[in-house]
T-cell receptor
Framework: TQLLEQSPQFLSIQEGENLTVYCNSS?????LQWYRQEPGEGPVLLVT?????EVKKLKRLTFQFGDARKDSSLHITAAQPGDTGLYLC?????????FGAGTRLTVKP | ETGVTQSPTHLIKTRGQQVTLRCSSQ?????VSWYQQALGQGPQFIFQ???????GRGNFPPRFSGLQFPNYSSELNVNALELDDSALYLC??????????FGSGTRLTVV
């Protein structure tokens, strides 16, 4: 079983739509990170959230860390084809980061 | 350019062989972690090195081993390759709590 559960596993939407993906765990994390990965490349860090209830915005992306620091969400407004990719959440776990299985997002023009 | 370079980019090996994957990290990345990513999955933690010593290990057998060198480079060695070892192997450098910087990975295929 994964330490971090991401949902949905796959998401296919039209350009201009809004979407939210989720990252849930029964464990408490000192910090949580979101990454985006494109085919043939390594994950690229989007944001780190540390404080329970924290909200961070990165252009059209809004990240929220749950009050209990067990879950997080990523909301994308007016999705564009360039947002297509695998979105991974990762939680700080002892001396390392542990990843969820990811949400594969496809945005159709 | 991410600051983390992995080589080779692709590799094909035969079951039972040994393989060494390399990672070169930028100055200041005193922590390096290795991950295995199977197709359609998230990265799975193999192990982490900090100042040239193993600092944590995931659920991987001893035939997965590593080294970290003073010049911030590191190696992942896998002995007695199995078909299930076929995956993308990712190296990530970290400095303090600034998040991980990943290389583009080595795609290993075991036949």
């Amino acid at each position: 079983t994964q330490l971090l559960e991401q949902s949905p596993q796959f998401l296919s939407i039209q350009e201009g739509e809004n979407l939210t993906v989720y990252c849930n765990s029964s464990s408490v994390f000192s910090s949580l990170q979101w990454y985006r990965q494109e085919p043939g490349e390594g994950p690229v860090l989007l944001v780190t959230v540390v404080t329970g209830g924290e909200v961070k915005k990165l252009k059209r992306l809004t990240f929220q860390f749950g009050d209990a620091r067990k879950d997080s969400s990523l909301h994308i407004t007016a999705a564009q084809p360039g947002d297509t990719g695998l979105y991974l959440c990762a939680g700080a776990w002892y001396n390392d980061m542990r990843f969820g299985a990811g949400t594969r997002l496809t945005v159709k023009p | 350019e991410t600051g983390v370079t992995q080589s080779p980019t692709h590799l094909i090996k035969t079951r039972g062989q040994q393989v060494t994957l390399r990672c070169s990290s930028q100055s200041g990345h005193n922590t390096v972690s290795w991950y295995q990513q199977a197709l359609g999955q998230g990265p799975q933690f193999i192990f982490q090195y900090y100042r040239e010593e193993e600092n944590g290990r995931g659920n991987f057998p001893p035939r997965f081993s590593g080294l970290q060198f003073p010049n911030y480079s590191s190696e992942l060695n896998v002995n007695a390759l199995e078909l299930d070892d076929s995956a993308l192997y990712l190296c990530a450098g970290a400095k303090a709590d600034l998040g991980y910087t990943f290389g583009s990975g080595t795609r290993l295929t075991v036949v």
